[in-house]
Nanobody
Framework: QVQLVESGGGLVQAGGSLRLSCAASGRTLRSLPVAWFRQAPGKEREFVASITLIGRTLYADSVKGRFTISRDNAKNTMYLQMNSLKPEDTAVYLC?????????????????WGQGTQVAVSS
């Protein structure tokens, strides 16, 4: 099983940017489908972005054009670049790995999770 540790969260004003990191150990991320999810208080875990086994990226409509998911195989780390942040982006962001090869928007399909990092966007 792969171990995941997120970092990079914080408080930012609306319109600002943050880059989240997810460092992996135990397995190489390049051999695994990976994804970012988020969960706001009182809400269900929500799909944000993913990279499939063949490198195809997928984004939720709510973040398309603003967020970019990427992966650095040499560092065994994945990233989520978040631009033009909005107050509704406020949530705990979690990285996930070891999902279906074709990717998935369902959190139940991923076997490994990080502990999450808090992102707060003020208006």
């Amino acid at each position: 099983q792969v171990q995941l540790v997120e970092s990079g969260g914080g408080l930012v004003q609306a319109g600002g940017s943050l880059r989240l990191s997810c460092a992996a150990s135990g397995r190489t991320l390049r051999s695994l489908p990976v994804a970012w999810f988020r969960q706001a208080p009182g809400k269900e875990r929500e799909f944000v972005a993913s990279i499939t086994l063949i490198g195809r990226t997928l984004y939720a409509d709510s973040v398309k054009g603003r967020f970019t998911i990427s992966r650095d195989n040499a560092k065994n780390t994945m990233y989520l670049q978040m631009n033009s942040l909005k107050p509704e982006d406020t949530a705990v962001y979690l990285c996930a790995a070891d999902g279906p090869p074709a990717g998935s928007t369902l959190p139940t399909n991923f076997n490994s999770w990080g502990q999450g990092t808090q992102v707060a966007v003020s208006s």
